[in-house]
């Protein structure tokens, strides 16, 4: 996903998961590898991952303070910002949540 059109149009499905990440950061690399897991658990959400270094206004926008951190959004509204990625069944039941 590399442009603001092509984001935003994610962002207003009726449910959809955006993880904010910064190649550089350890935790970020961790939480990644999480969501490789939840992903392949087939969560039925929409899962983009973007790294924040090329989309800095989607941080303001969103009022991220810190990465990793998984939004949740429907039908782009914010219902959940999540920093602390504790284990994959938390992240699993996070993102099942919007369902």
Same mark, same amino acid.
């Given at each position: ?8 149009? #994610? *962002?207003? /499905? +009726?449910?959809?998961?955006?993880? =904010?990440?910064? +190649? ?8 990644? /590898?999480?969501?490789? !897991? !939840?992903?392949?658990?087939? !969560?039925?959400? +929409?899962?983009?991952?973007?790294? =924040?270094?090329?989309?800095?206004? =989607?941080?303001?926008? #969103? ?14 509204? =914010?219902?959940?910002? *999540?920093?602390? #990625?504790?284990?994959? +069944?938390? *992240? ?8």
């Amino acid at each position: 996903m590399e442009t603001i059109k092509s984001i935003q149009a #994610f *962002i207003t /499905k +009726p449910k959809a998961a955006l993880y =904010l990440y910064t +190649p550089m950061c350890g935790t970020c690399q961790v939480a990644g /590898k999480m969501l490789d !897991v !939840v992903e392949a658990m087939n !969560v039925n959400v +929409p899962l983009e991952r973007i790294n =924040l270094n090329y989309q800095e206004g =989607l941080a303001r926008q #969103f009022e991220v303070e810190s990465v990793p951190c998984l939004l949740l959004l429907e039908k782009g509204k =914010l219902k959940k910002k *999540i920093y602390a #990625f504790q284990s994959v +069944p938390y *992240i699993y039941e996070e993102i099942r949540s919007l369902l």
